[in-house]
């Protein structure tokens, strides 16, 4: 059928009929947002290249937390900021190590949370690389051995999922069997699948202090030229035991999410990093863009793309865009 017949603006003159047919909504049941926590106390230092994202030490991620909860925000991927590191990020697997007694203090102080860990070393390495340097050039097998034992560490600490974020081959295999032996068996295993080498991690590596100090992630991290790649990525994760799986970054990558969700039946993680974040705050901040309506429609392409979950700095702010637009509307005129 064709126009006049057919007129497709017909379903979108009255506001309560485009909600009606609308395709693609928002809950905040699929949020989960990313926290930095640092050493020391009563801390709360404003990341620059992210405005609104902090450095905080545990006290203040705990009642972070629990603001957040309150507001409906209710999963958390917790980075931890070391003042000490080492060559191959040992210290990350130490039970006293910072996001160890983060999960600790948080889980003793809020209920109904989900606490989710990177494992990566990057964080805790001298040289800011994912892993052990062999040859001036991260060791794929030695730096298994080292985010194993992480995992287990942060499971052991309370951890709800485990989240490999280094792109090492066969890390879901170790994580699984150690996590197995040492009686983890009902953690779950999210899956950093699909990673790709990109300009967009840029202000998480100022936030963490993590950017290489040579070189740089291209022999782990995918190249951004490929998608058949990240066809075997997920093959691969889902073999050895994964149980959910991410594409990240979000944006520029809305057609590999897509493609994941028509190929896998996981639960599909998107992450909206840290560049795209601070993309949109730059110009929030020189008042060239509607900054909540940008948020809105940024969440809801990576939702449309076929992403069930969303990993988003932006989480409080939805939460405040998603609870006011749910208040209950006046039904009679006058009252
Ligand atoms: C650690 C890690 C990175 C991010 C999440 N986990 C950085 C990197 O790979 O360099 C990036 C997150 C973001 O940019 O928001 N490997």
């Given at each position: 059928?064709?126009?006049p017949k057919?007129?497709?603006?017909?379903?979108?003159?009255?506001?309560?009929?485009?909600?009606?047919?609308?395709?693609?909504?928002?809950?905040?049941?699929?949020?989960?947002?990313?926290?930095?926590?640092?050493?020391?106390?009563?801390?709360?230092?404003?990341?620059?290249?992210?405005?609104?994202?902090y450095?905080?030490?545990?006290?203040?991620?705990?009642?972070?937390?629990?603001?957040?909860?309150?507001?409906?925000v209710?999963?958390?991927?917790?980075?931890g900021?070391?003042?000490?590191?080492?060559?191959?990020g040992?210290l990350?697997?130490?039970?006293n190590?910072?996001?160890?007694?983060?999960i600790?203090?948080?889980?003793?102080?809020?209920?109904?949370?989900?606490?989710?860990?990177?494992?990566?070393?990057?964080?805790?390495t001298?040289?800011?690389?994912?892993?052990?340097?062999?040859?001036?050039?991260?060791?794929?097998?030695?730096?298994?051995?080292?985010?194993?034992?992480?995992?287990?560490?942060?499971?052991?600490?309370?951890?709800?999922?485990?989240?490999?974020?280094?792109?090492?081959?066969?890390?879901?295999?170790?994580?699984?069997?150690?996590?197995?032996?040492?009686?983890?068996?009902?953690?779950?295993?999210?899956?950093y699948?699909?990673?790709y080498?990109?300009?967009?991690?840029?202000?998480?590596?100022?936030?963490?202090?993590?950017?290489?100090?040579?070189?740089?992630?291209?022999?782990?991290?995918?190249n951004?030229?490929?998608?058949?790649?990240?066809?075997?990525?997920?093959?691969?994760?889902?073999?050895?035991?994964?149980?959910?799986?991410?594409?990240?970054?979000?944006?520029?990558?809305?057609?590999?999410?897509?493609?994941?969700?028509?190929?896998?039946?996981?639960?599909?993680?998107?992450?909206?990093?840290?560049?795209?974040?601070?993309?949109?705050?730059?110009?929030?901040?020189?008042?060239?863009?509607?900054e909540?309506?940008?948020?809105?429609?940024?969440?809801?392409?990576?939702?449309?793309?076929?992403?069930?979950?969303?990993i988003?700095?932006?989480?409080?702010?939805?939460?405040?865009?998603?609870?006011?637009?749910?208040?209950?509307?006046?039904?009679?005129?006058?009252?």
């Amino acid at each position: 059928m064709s126009f006049p017949k057919t007129r497709l603006r017909r379903l979108r003159y009255n506001p309560i009929l485009r909600d009606l047919v609308s395709e693609t909504s928002l809950s905040l049941n699929d949020l989960i947002y990313p926290i930095f926590i640092c050493e020391g106390e009563n801390i709360k230092t404003e990341i620059p290249s992210m405005p609104g994202q902090y450095n905080l030490s545990i006290d203040n991620a705990v009642e972070l937390c629990k603001i957040a909860v309150i507001k409906g925000v209710k999963s958390f991927l917790l980075f931890g900021v070391p003042d000490k590191k080492d060559e191959h990020g040992h210290l990350a697997c130490l039970d006293n190590s910072i996001v160890q007694r983060a999960i600790k203090s948080i889980k003793k102080e809020c209920n109904n949370i989900l606490l989710i860990a990177d494992v990566c070393n990057c964080e805790y390495t001298t040289h800011g690389h994912c892993g052990t340097i062999i040859d001036g050039d991260v060791d794929n097998d030695l730096t298994l051995e080292t985010l194993a034992s992480q995992s287990v560490s942060l499971a052991k600490a309370g951890a709800d999922i485990i989240a490999p974020s280094d792109m090492m081959d066969g890390r879901v295999a170790i994580i699984r069997k150690e996590l197995d032996n040492a009686g983890y068996e009902k953690t779950p295993i999210l899956s950093y699948a699909v990673k790709y080498s990109s300009a967009f991690y840029g202000p998480f590596r100022n936030a963490v202090n993590s950017s290489p100090t040579f070189g740089n992630r291209n022999t782990y991290q995918m190249n951004p030229t490929n998608k058949d790649e990240a066809m075997r990525e997920v093959e691969q994760d889902v073999s050895e035991g994964a149980d959910m799986l991410m594409v990240k970054p979000a944006l520029s990558y809305l057609d590999i999410i897509s493609k994941v969700k028509n190929n896998f039946d996981l639960p599909l993680v998107a992450y909206n990093v840290s560049g795209e974040y601070a993309m949109v705050k730059a110009a929030a901040a020189n008042n060239w863009i509607d900054e909540q309506r940008m948020i809105m429609e940024i969440i809801t392409s990576i939702k449309r793309a076929g992403a069930d979950i969303i990993i988003t700095y932006h989480a409080l702010e939805l939460a405040d865009i998603l609870n006011k637009k749910n208040e209950p509307k006046k039904i009679y005129k006058g009252i």
